[in-house]
């Protein structure tokens, strides 16, 4: 009889809980540290502790750690201006759409690592510039 010997790399929390929360702050970490272009999926899951496919069971990609339930900021701000009357100027509409927005950043909270939305494009995560 041949007994089967399974080894599992201690870095890797396994059975620890909040995979999930993990992968986000790592993520947002790493965002901060490396831009979002120059972060993998990898490096996420590393820094969490945890494999690669466990990032992959959680995201589709790298971007719905930042937008996970689609573009909730594109979806409140739409929401605000079909409130403003017709006839409003575009820069009063927009202006009056941005508080009911910001709602949305204070709910988030403060990201790890002093992560601050970038001022410079970014293609892959849907920012042009």
């Known amino acids: 009889m ?4 399974v080894a599992y790399h201690r870095g890797m929390g396994r059975w620890e809980p909040n995979a999930r929360g993990r992968l986000e702050q790592a993520a947002l970490e790493l965002y901060g540290e490396h831009g979002f272009d120059a972060t993998t999926a990898k490096q996420i ?4 502790g945890l494999t690669e496919r466990t990032f ?7 971007r719905e750690v930042l937008f996970p339930h689609g573009n909730p900021l594109l979806e409140r701000l739409v929401s605000a201006l079909a409130d ?9 509409a927009v202006s009056a759409a941005l508080p ?14 002093g ?13 042009a510039g």
């Open 2 to 5: 041949t007994a089967t010997v």
């Open 45 to 48: 899951a590393e820094r969490a």
């Open 56 to 62: 992959f069971r959680h995201f589709a990609d790298k």
């Open 84 to 92: 403003v009357p017709p006839e409003t100027a575009p820069i009063d």
């Open 100 to 113: 009911g927005a910001s709602d949305l950043f204070r709910e988030r909270g403060t990201w790890p690592g």
């Open 115 to 127: 992560v601050r939305p970038s001022s410079r494009p970014t293609p892959s995560c849907g920012s």
